[in-house]
Structure formats: structure tokens, C-alpha cells
T-cell receptor
Framework: SQTIHQWPATLVQPVGSPLSLECTVE??????LYWYRQAAGRGLQLLFYSVGIGQISSEVPQNLSASRPQDRQFILSSKKLLLSDSGFYLCAWSPRAGEQYFGPGTRLTVT | RKEVEQDPGPFNVPEGATVAFNCTYS??????FFWYRQDCRKEPKLLMSVYSSGNEDGRFTAQLNRASQYISLLIRDSKLSDSATYLC???????????FGKGTHLIIQP
């Protein structure tokens, strides 16, 4: 069966510091991968998606970036965090349109 | 008009009651629809797809009304464990991405 991992589970970072969140998927190959952010009181916002190694599509312009160095690895990064980057970051994979399977998420607080 | 709208609630419902809520969408070309459930501070999980003819999974029934552009979720004989936020998801026609609603918060009270 497929499983999706994210780490860390929680993170507190000062404004201006860098960020690296990692997501890995097991049990499937060449999955479509997604990064979402859910801010307090707001809905899920799609940040990036990837259909393959090195292929990244950005949905919202911001100070975040994503990379897919390996088939089942998806990384979300920032060089300098802003207060507004606080939120619940979720990685997901999708076997078919509409079906998203989420990782446990990383709760980021920027102070 | 927002792409996908949901009444945020909370809906406070006694255990055993039937509850229903809707999700409206603006893109008439939308092709696929889903309901997700999200427990507090957890990741969303796929609850069910919404088929054109409507579908049922145990106590849960999902329906699509294309003419009025909304989907609905009905929960019968509600349980305490049904307390969660229910997110609707719409796929716009021809696009790869999903659009999530902000969710409806449901509280089942004993």
C-alpha cells in the first residue's frame, strides 16, 4: 500500500530564516505530487504540483519554491520566511484526478 | 462569486439526527466533485466521490445538482465521530488542479 511521509511535524522558525520541508511517498512510482498550505481560518491553497522529476508548476507567486530531486521526493523551501508563511503545510499524492492522499502535515509557526 | 463556497458553520446537531450541507461552485464546466473530511489539526481524507446520479456509502449520501451548480452531503443517524470539517472539492473542466472549499464545521452533540 502507499504511504506518504512528511517531516518535521511541527516547526517554529524566526522571520528571515530558511525553510526546508520534505515529503516522500512509498509504494507507488511516478506519482503526481502536491504542496498545499492551510492558514488559520482559511481553506487549502495549492502551492505547487509536480508530475515528474524536475517538473514543478507553481500556482501562487510567493517566496516559496519546490523541487523534486527524486521520483518520490518533494521538497518545499524558502530562503527567507515571512510571518505570513505560518500555516499547516500538506503534501499530497494523487493516483487519479480528484483523489488526493495527504501526508500528516507540518505545522509551521513563523515568529 | 467565489469558485467554491461552503457555509462554514458550525452546524451543531444532536446525535442520531440527519444533517445535510451544500457546496456551490461557479464554474459550469466543472466535471468532478468530491467530499473530504478533516479532523481537527489533521490532514484531509477523501470521504467520497460525487457521481452525477448521486451515490451512497453507508450513512452518507452525496448528490450533484448541475442545474443549480451545487453538491450536497447528507449524513443520516449521525455519530459523535462524525464531528469534523467537511471540505468539498471541485475539478474545473480542463484543468489539472483541484479547488477546495473552506469547509463546513460539523459538531455532533451527545
Amino acid at each position: 500500500s502507499q504511504t506518504i511521509h512528511q517531516w518535521p511535524a511541527t516547526l517554529v522558525q524566526p522571520v528571515g530564516s530558511p525553510l526546508s520541508l520534505e515529503c516522500t511517498v512509498e509504494g507507488t512510482s511516478n506519482p503526481n505530487l502536491y504542496w498545499y498550505r492551510q492558514a488559520a481560518g482559511r481553506g487549502l491553497q495549492l502551492l505547487f504540483y509536480s508530475v515528474g522529476i524536475g517538473q514543478i508548476s507553481s500556482e501562487v507567486p510567493q517566496n516559496l519554491s519546490a523541487s523534486r530531486p527524486q521520483d518520490r521526493q518533494f521538497i518545499l523551501s524558502s530562503k527567507k520566511l515571512l510571518l505570513s508563511d505560518s500555516g499547516f503545510y500538506l503534501c499530497a499524492w494523487s493516483p487519479r484526478a480528484g483523489e488526493q492522499y495527504f501526508g500528516p502535515g507540518t505545522r509551521l509557526t513563523v515568529t | 462569486r467565489k469558485e467554491v463556497e461552503q457555509d462554514p458553520g458550525p452546524f451543531n446537531v444532536p446525535e442520531g439526527a440527519t444533517v445535510a450541507f451544500n457546496c456551490t461552485y461557479s464554474n459550469s464546466a466543472s466535471q468532478s466533485f468530491f467530499w473530504y473530511r478533516q479532523d481537527c489539526r489533521k490532514e484531509p481524507k477523501l470521504l467520497m466521490s460525487v457521481y452525477s446520479s448521486g451515490n451512497e456509502d453507508g450513512r452518507f449520501t452525496a448528490q450533484l445538482n448541475r442545474a443549480s451548480q451545487y453538491i450536497s452531503l447528507l449524513i443520516r443517524d449521525s455519530k459523535l465521530s462524525d464531528s469534523a470539517t467537511y471540505l468539498c472539492v471541485v475539478i474545473p473542466g480542463g484543468a489539472d488542479g483541484l479547488t477546495f472549499g473552506k469547509g463546513t464545521h460539523l459538531i455532533i452533540q451527545p
